[in-house]
C-alpha cells in the first residue's frame, strides 16, 4: 500500500507511475474519497468543538442556576448530526482502504520504462553455454528416457500441470533444495524458518496477493470456523507476514529468512503456455529468501540477495544472465525486480528461474510491520525484499537440460553428489 500522503501530495508521480506499468488502477476515485472523507472529518471536527462549547455553556448556566435547556438542546442535536456524520465517514475510510489496496507499487527511479518483457535490460552474464555434440533434449524428453518424469499419471490423480517425481527424480529434486537450504543458512546468514502452507485472508492482504490475485490462488474452506483459508502461491507470503503488527529494533535489522515449501499457483490466463514438462506447475516446491530491513539499506541488501541467489546457480556451474525487469513487467508490490534466467539449452533459450524484488514499504505498510530507529524516536515502517533461492523445479530442469549426455545418462553436478552419496551420473531405467 502506498503512503496516503504521498499520494495526495503527488497525484501526478503516481499516475504517471501506473501509466508507466501499463496499469489501470482507480486512482482518480481514491483522490476523490480522500477528499470526500477529510472534508467530512474536518465537518465532524468543527461539530465537536461546538459541541464541546455548548457544553461549556451547559455548565456555566448550571453554575448560575440559570436556564440551560437551550444549551442542552442544542447540544443533543449535535450529537446526534455528530453521529450520523461519523457512521458516513466510517463507510468512506472503508471504502478508501479498499480502494488503496488497488494502487501498484510506485517503481523505484532506477527502473527502465517499458511495457514488456522485451523491454528488461540484460546487467550481466555468468557461465558460457554447453556447446553440445548432438542435438540437446527439453528436459521432458530426458526425464522420460530416465524414467523419473510421469506427467500422465499426475493428469489421472489431479489434472494436467503436475507431475510426478519417480525415484533419482524425487531424490534429485530434494537434494536440490538441501543444498539450497545449506547455502543459504550456513554461508549466507539465513534463518531457516518453517511455515504454514494455508494462511487466512488478512496475511494475504497484508503481502499485497489480495485482492489482486484473487482468480490466481487455491483456496479452502474452513468447516469449522466457516472461513477460507488460502493455499501459499510462495513462502514469500507467510515469511514477510511473520511481524505482522510488531515493531522491530533498528539493531535486529536485516533478518534473513529462508524456507522451503511447496508453492500453489492456478496459472489463470496462462492457457496453452509452457503445455510441455515443468516450466509452469500448479504445485512445485521453491526455496524463499526474504529480508526485513531499514529503508536506508534495502536496496544494498536487494543486490545481496540476487548474489545469494546467484551462488546458488553458480555452485552448480549452471550459466544464468541477471535481468532488470521494466516497469511494465515488475509485480504489483514491487519497486524495483532482477530476474535470474538460467539457460536451458533444451529450449535453446533463458528462463526466470528467480526473481528478487524490493518491496519498500509497501508490504510493511500493509501488514502493519515497523521499525523503532536506533537510539529512540518514532516508529517507522520497515523495507521488505524477497526472491527465489530457487524454485527447485526450474533448477531440476536446468540441471537435466545442461548435464544431459547423448546416451540419456545425465552427470549430477559435483555441488550435488554429497547429497546423493556419491551418485555421479543418473542412468535410464532398465
Request: proline content about 6%; charged content about 30%; overall charge negative.
Amino acid at each position: 500500500m502506498l503512503d496516503p500522503r504521498f499520494v495526495r501530495e503527488h497525484p501526478a508521480v503516481v499516475e504517471q507511475a501506473i501509466s508507466n506499468r501499463g496499469a489501470s488502477a482507480p486512482l482518480k476515485e481514491l483522490l476523490d474519497t480522500d477528499d470526500g472523507r477529510r472534508r467530512l472529518l474536518r465537518e465532524v471536527e468543527e461539530l465537536k468543538a461546538r459541541r464541546n462549547q455548548l457544553t461549556q455553556q451547559v455548565a456555566e448556566a448550571k453554575r448560575h442556576k440559570a436556564d440551560a435547556a437551550a444549551f442542552i438542546e442544542g447540544s443533543r442535536a449535535l450529537g446526534e448530526r455528530i453521529s450520523e456524520l461519523e457512521g458516513r465517514l466510517r463507510t468512506l475510510e472503508e471504502a478508501l482502504a479498499e480502494i488503496a489496496l488497488k494502487l501498484p507499487n510506485v517503481p523505484h527511479p532506477s527502473v527502465p520504462v517499458g511495457h514488456s518483457a522485451e523491454e528488461n535490460v540484460e546487467i550481466r552474464r555468468w557461465g558460457e553455454p554447453r556447446i553440445f555434440p548432438f542435438t540437446p533434449r527439453p528436459h521432458w524428453e530426458v526425464g522420460d528416457v530416465l524414467g523419473i518424469l510421469d506427467f500422465e499419471r499426475a493428469a489421472k490423480i489431479a489434472k494436467a500441470r503436475f507431475a510426478v517425481l519417480w525415484g533419482p527424480g524425487a531424490r534429485l529434486s530434494r537434494a536440490l533444495s538441501q543444498l539450497m537450504l545449506d547455502l543459504h543458512t550456513r554461508e549466507r546468514g539465513y534463518r531457516e524458518v518453517w511455515v504454514p502452507h494455508l494462511v487466512n485472508r488478512e496475511t494475504m492482504v497484508g503481502t499485497a496477493q489480495l485482492p489482486k490475485f484473487e482468480e490466481q490462488l487455491f483456496k479452502t474452506q474452513d468447516a469449522d470456523e466457516g472461513r477460507q483459508l488460502y493455499l501459499i502461491p510462495t513462502a514469500e507470503v507467510p515469511l514477510t507476514a511473520l511481524h505482522t503488527g510488531e515493531t522491530l529494533p533498528a539493531d535486529t535489522l536485516p533478518r534473513k529468512y529462508t524456507a522451503f515449501t511447496p508453492c500453489y499457483r492456478r496459472e489463470a490466463g496462462t492457457y496453452g503456455q509452457d503445455t510441455k514438462g515443468m516450466i509452469r506447475q500448479h504445485q512445485f516446491d521453491k526455496v524463499e529468501l526474504v529480508k526485513l530491513t531499514t529503508p536506508a539499506s534495502s536496496y544494498d541488501e536487494l543486490e545481496r540477495m540476487v548474489e545469494d541467489a546467484e551462488a546458488v546457480l553458480q555452485r552448480l556451474e549452471l550459466p544464468y544472465r541477471v535481468v532488470l525487469l521494466c516497469t511494465g513487467d515488475m509485480g504489483f508490490a514491487s519497486a524495483k525486480t532482477y530476474d535470474l534466467e538460467v539457460w536451458l539449452p533444451g529450449q535453446d533459450r533463458y528462463r526466470e528461474i528467480s526473481s528478487c524484488s524490493n518491496c519498500e514499504a509497501f508490504q510493511a505498510r500493509r501488514a502493519e510491520v515497523r521499525y523503532r530507529p536506533a537510539g529512540g524516536g518514532k516508529a517507522e515502517y520497515l523495507h521488505t525484499l524477497n526472491g527465489s533461492g530457487l524454485a527447485v523445479g526450474r533448477t531440476l530442469i536446468a540441471v537435466l537440460e545442461n548435464y544431459q549426455e547423448a546416451d540419456g545418462t545425465v552427470v549430477v553436478p559435483e555441488a550435488l553428489r554429497p547429497y546423493l552419496d556419491g551418485q555421479a551420473r543418473l542412468s535410464p531405467a532398465p
